[in-house]
Each structure stands twice: as structure tokens, then as C-alpha cells.
């Protein structure tokens, strides 16, 4: 079974560009997720989906970052303007039923 | 406020040692709590994951606990390796949030195995 795919792996932007993200979930997985991992810190979940529809986005700075699953299938995780503060790591997870979360490599962010 | 804090924040310990890392949360409604691991650069890898209703878990030389009374999970590694060299991080997804599955972390302990 493929696991969740993320790409690019790595991504340098300067201050003010915009920069997005695309993740593949596991085949079948309903439920999609969006998590920021700043150096040294635990995951932080920016959004999660429950097939296209978002089931909550209270953590995304929604002046910045916007998402969407338009199929119920692949995301995207889009970031216009980026900020220095932004630099991280963006990971994406999918969960079936059983609620165990599995997660892509990571999308490293770095803004100059 | 629903946290998860690990402690302790860095290990290291000699091959062959049995080691425990620590996970403490602050709400007890939780639907279930995620052990995983991450090496430098690389995703996550899930290690183990309880349900609410269970008490603990086992994979290989892994073993997590779970006692939602006083708010702490423990992983448990026997005769620990190098290869078992990485940060290892717990998670909680709590009940009454904003959203089913969505998991709060914890800092992470980093682990360093020396031969």
C-alpha cells in the first residue's frame, strides 16, 4: 500500500512570494490533514478535511494560508504572502475509520 | 486548555538499557493517543496507537500505556539499539474539540542510543 505523498520535499522562497504544497493521502483515507512542525516543536494542525469539506480550520491564518480538497482526494496548501515566520516543516496525514493518523515526508519551507 | 507534554526532553543511554519516555496530558476525555517516531529530516512514523477503552500496546520491543485517570502514557523500549536513535513524540486526540482526530503534540524526547 503507497503511503501519503508530498511534494516538493524542500522549497526556498524569499519574503512576500507565495509558495504551495500538494499531498496525496492514502487510497481510501476520507479524513486529510494539514499540521506545521516549527524547528524543535511537536506538529501543530492547520486544517483537517473530512472528504472536500473542511471540518476545521481554526489554527490556519486564514489572511495568509488558504487550502482545499476540491475531489475528496488530493490537497493543496497554498501560502500568499509568506512571512520569515512561516519557515517549517509542512506535513501532511490521512486517517480511514480507524482513526490512526499516517504522515508524508514533509514539504521543508524555508523563507529568506 | 488540552496539552500534551513530554519529558524528558532529551536521552541518552548505553545499547542494550530499557528506557521509558513520558507523556502527560491535560484533559482525560481522549478518544486515543498516538505514539511515533521521527528521524532527522523524515516524516512521522506511527509506532503504536490506543484507544480509549484500551490500556496499552505492543509492537516488538515496544510497549505503550495508557492510564487516562492520572493523565500519562508511557512508551516503554526494551534492550534499546543505535537504530532506535530519534525523536520520539506523543499525541492525544481529545473528545469534545473542535474536530474528531485532530491530535495536539507533544514536544518530543529526543533519543540517542550510543554503542
Known amino acids: 500500500e503507497a503511503g501519503v505523498a508530498q511534494s516538493p520535499r524542500y522549497k526556498i522562497i524569499e519574503k512576500r512570494q507565495s509558495v504551495a504544497f500538494w499531498c496525496n493521502p492514502i487510497?481510501?483515507?476520507?479524513?486529510l490533514y494539514w499540521y506545521q512542525q516549527i524547528l524543535g516543536q511537536g506538529p501543530k494542525l492547520l486544517i483537517q478535511?473530512?472528504?472536500?469539506?473542511?471540518?476545521?480550520d481554526s489554527q490556519l491564518p486564514k489572511d495568509r494560508f488558504s487550502a482545499e480538497r476540491l475531489k475528496g482526494v488530493d490537497s493543496t496548501l497554498k501560502i500568499q504572502p509568506a512571512k520569515l515566520e512561516d519557515s517549517a516543516v509542512y506535513l501532511c496525514?490521512?486517517?480511514?475509520?480507524?482513526?490512526?493518523?499516517?504522515f508524508g515526508p514533509g514539504t521543508r519551507l524555508t523563507v529568506t | 486548555k488540552q496539552e500534551v507534554t513530554q519529558i524528558p526532553a532529551a536521552l541518552s543511554v548505553p545499547e542494550g538499557e530499557n528506557l521509558v519516555l513520558n507523556c502527560s496530558f491535560t484533559?482525560?476525555?481522549?478518544?486515543?493517543l498516538q505514539w511515533f517516531r521521527q528521524d532527522p529530516g523524515k516524516g512521522l512514523t506511527s509506532l503504536l496507537l490506543?484507544?480509549?477503552?484500551?490500556r496499552e500496546q505492543t509492537s516488538g520491543r515496544l510497549n505503550a500505556s495508557l492510564d487516562k485517570s492520572s493523565g500519562r502514557s508511557t512508551l516503554y523500549i526494551a534492550a534499546s539499539q543505535p537504530g532506535d536513535s530519534a525523536t520520539y513524540l506523543c499525541?492525544?486526540?481529545?473528545?469534545?474539540?473542535?474536530?474528531?482526530?485532530?491530535?495536539?503534540f507533544g514536544q518530543g524526547t529526543i533519543l540517542t542510543v550510543h554503542p
Open positions: 496525514a490521512s486517517s480511514s475509520d480507524s482513526n490512526e493518523q499516517y
Open positions: 487510497s481510501g483515507h476520507a479524513t
Open positions: 478535511f473530512q472528504n472536500n469539506g473542511v471540518v476545521d
Open positions: 484533559d482525560s476525555a481522549i478518544y486515543n
Open positions: 490506543i484507544q480509549s477503552s484500551q
Open positions: 499525541a492525544a486526540s481529545f473528545a469534545g474539540g473542535t474536530s474528531y482526530g485532530k491530535l495536539t
